[in-house]
Structures are given as structure tokens and as C-alpha cells.
């Protein structure tokens, strides 16, 4: 990990900075001729795949720090509001790439001396799916939330993907197209609304580009997993994903047949996914889905999909 080192201030800053501090009964003296000194670092709430803020209070920080951690990528000074950085505080963002306990380190940039560190835990991501069909009360409606955790340690790519969709806002308002009863339920392809009456089979969504399959994560396809669709060809996976119903394993990778790739569990709304698996169906034959599958109908409807922690 590259470490982001703060220089010295241009000269116009310079002067300011050294107003503020005279103003404030930091002396007279130029304070780019003393090294940094570090009295408290903080990091903010981190959340996988987000920004990361730290938070270094001090004197004379603007002679130069280095801040790293192996788990936040790219880390930057901050000099836009609200965080503009000065000789007394000194703000750096970065990009959580890690889960699990985590360290940064501060250090005088001049000579390596080791000021500080920052501890900091990333939980493992979180989405929360708002799901409805729009059915009236009684049986067969569907209105709630089913949370995923996600896998990023043993399926990085995968979630990384995954997670690009959901931060786009990519998965509102799109649907679960495919009801294999006893099998999976699949969605992330078709926005709302597909009627299955039409003769025509509506468009998929544009994507981003396919990702490597990573069927050998040590994951495994069983009930109220979460995994990917794909063509035939192993690294064709885009936005298409299923919910496992039942104990799939036969779709694990193995040493000869590449398989689906898990990349992260229904940890909540259990109940929800059982009453999509229970939702009216019906046939659409233009969708080209395998023989016993069917379109739910009123359209199961992911109303937000959002990443929650």
C-alpha cells in the first residue's frame, strides 16, 4: 500500500496557516521548521467497498505525514469541505478493501518516525433487499426486506460486482423473472413491469462487463445462499443472481465442471424469501425458462436495493 505523504503548504497557505496558529497563541515561528506531532487519530464508521475517513489532530501536520493501512486503498488528503486539512487537524480518505480487524499507521513523513496507530474493524458488507409484488392482502402477497451479508474474503470479485450494481442503483426497480419451485429464485435482469401475457420477451438491462467466476471460494450453494447467473461460458456473470431454495450443491465448482459462484448468505427475511417461493406464478415461454419455471405474477419488485453496512 502506497502511503500518501502531506507536504509542505504552498507559501500563500503557508502564511495562513501560520495567522490561524499565532492567532490562537501557537507563537510567531515558522511552523514548517518543526516536525509533525500527532496527540489523537480516529478513524470514521468503515463500510466495505465505501470511503473511509481519518481523522489526525495535531501541530505542525502540514511538514509532512505518511498514512497507510493495508486494508483502505488509495489513501488521499482531504483538502475539500467539509474536511479541509490544516497544521492542526489533518483529514485522509481512502477506500475500505478489507473485512475484519484493520490498522493504520501515521508517521512523520521526513524520517519514518512512527506516531500513531489507528485500529478500526470492517464488519462484512450487508445489502437489504425491499421486495413486493403489489398484491392485496391476503395470500400470496409479498412486502418486505431480506438482508445478504456478503463474502468479500473468499469471493472479492464477485462481491465487488455485485455491490457496483447495488450502489449504482442499478437493481431498483428490477425484478425476479424466475421461479424454479424447490430450485432458485433468480433476478437482477429485467426492469418492471414484465407481463407475462406479452408475446414479445422484454429487453435486459444494459450491464457492465462480465467477471471471473470464482466457483472455487470455498462457498457453497445451499439453502438461502446467493449466487450468480451465468451463460454457459464461466466468466459471463453480470447482474443476474438467484437465491438457492433448497441444498443446490450439485452447482458447486468441482475438479473437472466449473460451477456458480456464491458470493454471500440471506442472513434476515427468511420468511420474505419463503413467501416469493409461495407467490402466484405464471408461464411466459418467451423468457425461454426450463420447463416447470414461471414468472411470478403480479411481478415480484425489488423497490430498493441498498448496501446497509
Known amino acids: 500500500m502506497k502511503a500518501f505523504f502531506l507536504r509542505a503548504a504552498p507559501l500563500a497557505l ?24 500527532v496527540t ?3 478513524a470514521g464508521t468503515p463500510q466495505y467497498s465505501q470511503p473511509l475517513l481519518f481523522t489526525v489532530n495535531g501541530s505542525n501536520l502540514d511538514t509532512g505525514l505518511s498514512v497507510s493501512s493495508a486494508g483502505c486503498r488509495n489513501m488521499t488528503l482531504s483538502t475539500t469541505a467539509p474536511n479541509i486539512s490544516t497544521a492542526n487537524v489533518a483529514y485522509f480518505r481512502c477506500t475500505v478493501v ?16 512512527l506516531l500513531t496507530t489507528v485500529t478500526y474493524t470492517v464488519p462484512e458488507p450487508q445489502v437489504t433487499l425491499n421486495v413486493s409484488n403489489g398484491a392485496a392482502a391476503g395470500a400470496g ?8 451479508t456478503l463474502k468479500p474474503a473468499q469471493a472479492p470479485i464477485t462481491v465487488g460486482n455485485f455491490l457496483a450494481y447495488v450502489n449504482s442503483g442499478f437493481y431498483d426497480s428490477t425484478v425476479f423473472h424466475r421461479n424454479s419451485p424447490g430450485f432458485v429464485l433468480q433476478g437482477g435482469g429485467y426492469a418492471a413491469d ?3 401475457a406479452s408475446p414479445v420477451r422484454p ?35 453480470t447482474s443476474q443472481f438467484f437465491i438457492n431454495l433448497a441444498n443446490n450443491t450439485f452447482l ?9 459462484a456464491v458470493f454471500g448468505n440471506v442472513t434476515a427475511g427468511a420468511d420474505v424469501v419463503d413467501a416469493m417461493a409461495a407467490a402466484p406464478c405464471a408461464s411466459m415461454p418467451v423468457l425461454g425458462l426450463p420447463a416447470g419455471d414461471c414468472l411470478p405474477s403480479p411481478n415480484l419488485v425489488v423497490l430498493s436495493a441498498r448496501q446497509t453496512r
Open 14 to 37: 503557508a502564511a495562513t496557516l501560520g495567522a490561524t496558529l499565532a492567532g490562537c497563541g501557537g507563537g510567531g515561528g515558522d511552523s514548517g521548521t518543526q516536525p509533525a506531532a
Open 40 to 42: 489523537s487519530a480516529a
Open 98 to 113: 478489507a473485512v475484519g480487524a484493520q490498522q493504520a499507521t501515521v508517521a512523520r513523513a521526513s524520517d519514518g518516525t
Open 141 to 148: 402477497v409479498v412486502n418486505g426486506n431480506l438482508v445478504i
Open 194 to 196: 414484465v407481463n407475462p
Open 203 to 237: 429487453p435486459l438491462k444494459a450491464t457492465n462487463a462480465p467477471i471471473a467466476l470464482e466457483d472455487n471460494s470455498g462457498l457453497s450453494n445451499l439453502q438461502l445462499s446467493v449466487a450468480m447467473a451465468r451463460t454457459a461460458a464461466p466468466d459471463s456473470a
Open 252 to 260: 458447486n465448482g468441482t475438479a473437472t465442471t466449473r460451477g456458480y
